[in-house]
């Protein structure tokens, strides 16, 4: 059993702050890619920055220069650091990560539960 924990949401203010945290725990063989997507109200889910296991990264246009992920490859872990927040990052942040896990094993693709940021002053 594999499961992913978010964490690092919640309120702030335009022009702040937030990291997020995503965790993966159980039996684990090995992790590709990490990512973190999106979704606003009424819009659908859109990806917004991924990271390779040796460390590439992509970002949509929309937070270039302004959010960054990093991963910990022993702590099984991904990192969102969002800077100079804006009232249209405001979303559900979701971790979707690829991995291969044990007993017996297969690869997975597996969404965390999501956490709510919200800019707003």
């Known amino acids: 059993q594999v499961q992913l924990v978010e964490s690092g949401g919640g309120l702030v203010q335009p022009g702040g702050s937030l990291r997020l945290s995503c965790a993966a725990a159980g039996n684990i063989f090995g992790i590709n890619t990490m990512n973190w997507y999106r979704q606003a109200p009424g819009k659908e889910r859109e990806l917004v920055a991924a990271i390779t296991t040796g460390g590439r990264s992509e970002y949509a246009d929309s937070v270039k220069g302004r959010f960054t992920i990093s991963r910990d490859n022993a702590k099984n872990t991904v990192f969102l650091q969002m800077n100079s927040l804006k009232p249209e990052d405001t979303a559900v942040y979701y971790c979707?990560?690829?991995?291969?896990?044990?007993?017996?094993?297969?690869?997975?693709?597996?969404w965390g539960q999501g956490t709510l940021v919200t800019v707003s002053s």
């Open positions: 979707n990560v690829d991995l291969v896990v044990t007993g017996p094993y297969r690869r997975l693709k597996l």
